[in-house]
């Protein structure tokens, strides 16, 4: 998909009747370039639209192109039937995209892309503000290497973005608002019974005083303890002279603030693996948390991050090229989602996750350790529950009833529900009942590609609805689609444009293995890494929390050109900033350290680029 690399082609003068259609064609001259159109614009006089014909492909020489009415059309249209040669050039167009969307399977990781395209590449005006957010970036990191103590690194960070509420570091409260509103807000779970406590070593004398009295047991009843358990940690592969930890929080609810009341670092008990409690010893507390957030960041920039967002969504995004003609209504609904993803994770691959970049020098898991940790939740993740926002509230027991403040849960579902209402609407337009969709080849050659294994040469996608491989009903269509939109969107945005404010990739030395007092020079501040290593990850996090395309709802290139489906985005938009209004009136009534901005639709990019 291609945003303002486009050859713009307008025609005017008097026409005595309707264009149904216009043949572009390109002679076979001696520029060996090929021909890149998004759209025709017919104007009536200077000025004046009279048409738009999306074509939305590359034109080669001697090669011509026949673009019919707004171009939108299922390859079982009876068009077709009547004009079979339409059909063998959607097809031949078909089999070359799959020549260029190629397939890579690599450690086990999500589906990505053999080689990228050149019609995938930014264009030149995003290639230069790309350029201009790393190079901001480098300046960071050189004027931070003149920094040569802490005090110097606190003056230099008022010089630039001051990150959000860095003076709570040491906050309880501040400590259990991470789970619900931080840059990895997923992740808490409702205790449903005790079994989920049998790795803590947890007595109840310790843990009842912090319960206001109840017992676990008790606490589980009356649905007020939650857990964050990093188990897949335990035998992740890590950065060399560097200790991951695997930890267990337990977390309170207190009306309506989650509260930490014990973190156990790794997951075996054992005499130097104790629980620790907010009673305890003020810096030794300090040190559990900052060890667990530490593992937290391994799991956020992995899992939630990198691995299900970026990487998952190429794989559908790829299968999209492969199996849906850029004629076909769901492509011109994905692609505006699907903007320069493929480009973003090329370099993200090259720059972030390859051996001795940037995950390497400052991640504690390294990149042998990312690449475990993506491959690993492979076998866990599902696109109808932790890719479907509704389903993942129940699956994780965290609904309303539960957890009355939870601004991530509430500001997403606002947005959630926008899309939905988009998606199903658009399916009902473009599928007049299940019949027609069930005799789509090309949505159903989509649909097998997800959960067929990457063994057998597809995504290997767990929780795709629908039978044998194929769609049965439309809504088993709408639900694939509300998901790949709101992760592309809404989820992105969640767990991206917050790392500025809340990240620490590695700590150093070792985490507190009894529960002695601790100092805060003495044993706290010798465990964050160097400050040049600072100056680099406040750059890198700066640039990942840098909103470069424009806002949900407003498409860099529109694909959509049927009055009835435009009438559909522009439903789409209101709802959008009707979401907008009551997302900006629940900040004013929220606490300043409370206040939720980043998924206000104003806020939420249309795709993952970057």
């Not at 001051?162 to 570091?169: A, K």
């Not at 992740?187 to 070593?201: N, T």
């Not at 290593?533 to 529109?558: D, H, I, P, Q, Y």
Request: aromatic fraction near 10%.
């Amino acid at each position: 998909m291609i945003a303002g690399n486009q050859l713009d082609a307008n025609f005017s003068g008097e026409f005595k009747r309707e264009i149904d259609a216009i043949k572009l064609s390109k002679g076979n001259d001696a520029v060996d370039t090929d021909w890149c159109i998004d759209t025709v614009r017919v104007e009536k006089n200077p000025g004046i639209l009279k048409r738009v014909f999306p074509v939305f492909c590359r034109i080669k020489a001697g090669q011509s192109h026949l673009i019919r009415g707004y171009d939108t059309h299922l390859p079982n249209d009876t068009m077709y039937q009547e004009q079979p040669a339409l059909l063998d050039r959607r097809q031949s167009d078909l089999k070359d995209m799959r020549d260029s969307y190629e397939y890579r399977y690599e450690n086990g990781l999500p589906v990505t892309l053999k080689k990228l395209p050149e019609q995938e590449k930014f264009s030149f005006m995003y290639g230069l503000k790309i350029a201009d957010i790393l190079s901001d970036q480098l300046f960071d990191s050189v004027v931070g290497s003149t920094c040569e103590n802490l005090s110097d690194f606190v003056k230099l960070c008022k010089l630039f973005w001051e990150p959000h509420e860095i003076d709570r570091w040491d906050d309880d409260e501040k400590f259990g608002l991470q789970r619900l509103l931080g840059v990895n807000s997923s992740v808490i779970r409702r205790v449903k019974d005790m079994k989920q406590l049998e790795k803590l070593h947890v007595g109840e004398q310790d843990i009842q005083p912090l319960l206001q009295g109840l017992t676990l047991k008790d606490a589980i009843k009356a649905r007020q303890l939650f857990i964050v358990d990093h188990a897949i940690l335990d035998k992740c592969p890590k950065s060399p002279n560097i200790i991951l930890c695997s930890p267990i929080a337990l977390f309170f609810l207190k009306e309506d603030k989650l509260m930490p009341v014990a973190i156990q670092l790794f997951q075996s008990r054992s005499d130097n693996n104790p629980v620790f409690f907010p009673t305890d010893d003020k810096y030794t507390w300090i040190l559990a948390k900052m060890w667990f957030n530490n593992a937290d960041a391994q799991i956020h920039q992995a899992i939630s991050h990198l691995g299900y967002t970026h990487l998952i969504m190429e794989g559908f995004a790829i299968a999209a090229h492969r199996h849906l003609s850029k004629l076909h209504p769901i492509f011109k609904l994905l692609a505006p989602h699907f903007l320069y993803l493929m480009a973003i994770n090329d370099l993200g691959l090259k720059e972030l996750l390859a051996k001795g970049e940037l995950i390497d020098k400052l991640m504690s898991m390294g990149s042998e350790g990312a690449d475990y940790l993506i491959a690993k939740h492979k076998d866990t993740w599902r696109l109808n529950v932790e890719g479907c926002l509704p389903a993942d509230i129940v699956d994780r027991g965290v609904e309303p009833t539960d957890v009355p403040f939870y601004p991530f849960r509430d500001d997403a579902l606002l947005t959630y529900k926008a899309i939905e209402e988009y998606v199903d609407s658009c399916v009902s337009l473009f599928y007049r009942s299940d019949k027609v969709l069930i005799e789509d080849p090309e949505i159903q050659a989509w649909r097998y590609d997800m959960d067929r294994s990457a063994s057998d040469g597809g995504l290997g996608v767990k929780g795709i609805p629908g039978e044998q491989g194929s769609f049965q009903k439309r809504e088993e269509l709408a639900l694939v689609l509300k998901c790949i939109i709101y992760t592309c969107s809404v989820w992105h945005a969640a767990v991206n444009f917050k790392q500025y404010d809340e990240y620490a990739l590695t700590l150093i030395g070792h985490p507190p293995k009894d529960k002695r007092e601790r100092d805060l020079k003495e044993d706290a501040i010798p465990t964050i890494q160097p400050i040049n290593k600072l100056l680099t990850l406040m750059g890198l996090t700066k640039v990942l929390s840098t909103r470069a395309t424009n806002a949900l709802g407003n498409f860099e290139v529109n694909y959509i050109h049927d009055p009835a489906a435009v009438e559909l985005v522009e439903q789409f938009q209101k709802n959008l900033e009707n979401t907008r209004k009551e997302i900006e009136k629940r900040n004013e009534t929220r606490s300043a350290e409370r206040a939720y901005p980043f998924l206000n639709p104003a806020e939420i990019p249309n795709a993952i680029s970057i």
